[in-house]
């Protein structure tokens, strides 16, 4: 297992997202409900988010609750929303402590005005901080992204302001909800599973993936070196040859 020591932090990636998965089944192997398996998941988040803090990546996305998952049981739901609440609010002294910065995407009108006023007070409170910026992806979907940004692109076009031959990359890029935001250098997904689960689609198109088949809530600093560590032992091409690569960085 690795450690922060072995981490060349010349190349640490700048922006690293994770699918959080494995929490129900960790629930079920200790003969617990579902939402006991969400509560003990909030020590890898600590972990996580500390380690990356360590690290000095700048960006770190948490996919928290997706727009699918609303149609889960009720009553893990609405659990899942009161452990929100309970979860921010003692979580943003720790936030502050280590400078680190809360900003969500996705559709969170959706959410409970309780959840969704806790998250905007801890926003606000953490809006200063200038360490890494911690996303957390509520009631977010890639799909329900892009369709969004393109009702925003079609009202342009109609009103005047955006010509169709000028819709490109670079300007879908300003639609999105990450339009601010680097690219995921590095996904981490937990819990064995092989797909991204409708995750930053566009996003991710030069992404690293990097499965592991631990369960969240037993993820750890450790882990997260470990991931960090194998994807520095990999050359990032965007399209050139690997020898284009080697001359870039001589």
């Known amino acids: 297992m690795k450690?922060?020591?072995?981490?060349?932090?010349?190349?640490?990636?700048?922006h690293v997202a994770i699918i959080m998965d494995g929490n129900g089944r960790w629930a079920q192997k200790q003969s617990k409900?579902?939402?006991f398996g969400h509560q003990s998941a909030m020590q890898a988040v600590r972990d996580a988010v500390e380690a990356a803090s360590r690290l000095h990546v700048d960006y770190l996305t948490l996919?928290?609750?997706?727009?699918?998952?609303?149609?889960?049981?009720?009553?893990?739901?609405?659990?899942?929303?009161?452990?929100?609440i309970k979860e921010v609010e003692e979580e943003t002294p720790t936030l502050m402590k280590n400078n680190v910065r809360l900003i969500t995407i996705g559709d969170c009108e959706r959410l409970p005005e309780a959840s969704w006023a806790s998250m905007k007070k801890c926003m606000r409170d953490t809006a200063a901080n200038t360490g890494t910026t911690l996303i957390l992806a509520l009631s977010y979907s890639s799909r329900w992204e892009i369709a969004e940004a393109l009702k925003g692109v079609a009202r342009d076009v109609e009103?005047?302001?955006?010509?169709?031959?000028d819709?490109?990359?670079?300007t879908m890029r300003k639609y999105l909800v990450t339009s601010d935001i680097p690219d995921p250098d590095l996904l981490i997904r937990t819990g064995g599973e092989l797909r991204v689960s409708n995750f930053l689609l566009w996003q991710m198109?030069?992404?690293e993936f990097y499965f592991s088949d631990i369960l969240w809530?037993?993820?750890?600093?450790?882990?997260f070196f470990e991931a960090v560590y194998d994807f520095q032992s990999r050359q990032r091409r965007f399209?050139?040859?690997?020898e284009q690569v080697k001359a870039s960085e001589q």
């Not at 996919?63 to 929100?84: A, C, H, I």
């Not at 399209?239 to 690997?242: D, L």
């Open 239 to 242: 399209g050139k040859t690997g």
């Open 63 to 84: 996919y928290t609750f997706s727009t699918e998952n609303w149609n889960r049981p009720k009553e893990e739901v609405d659990g899942l929303m009161q452990l929100m």
């Open 3 to 14: 450690t922060i020591e072995d981490i060349d932090k010349s190349r640490v990636p700048r």
């Open 205 to 207: 198109a030069y992404t």
């Open 159 to 165: 009103s005047g302001r955006l010509k169709a031959d």
């Open 217 to 223: 809530p037993d993820f750890r600093q450790a882990d």
């Open 167 to 170: 819709i490109n990359e670079e």
């Open 33 to 35: 409900i579902r939402l």
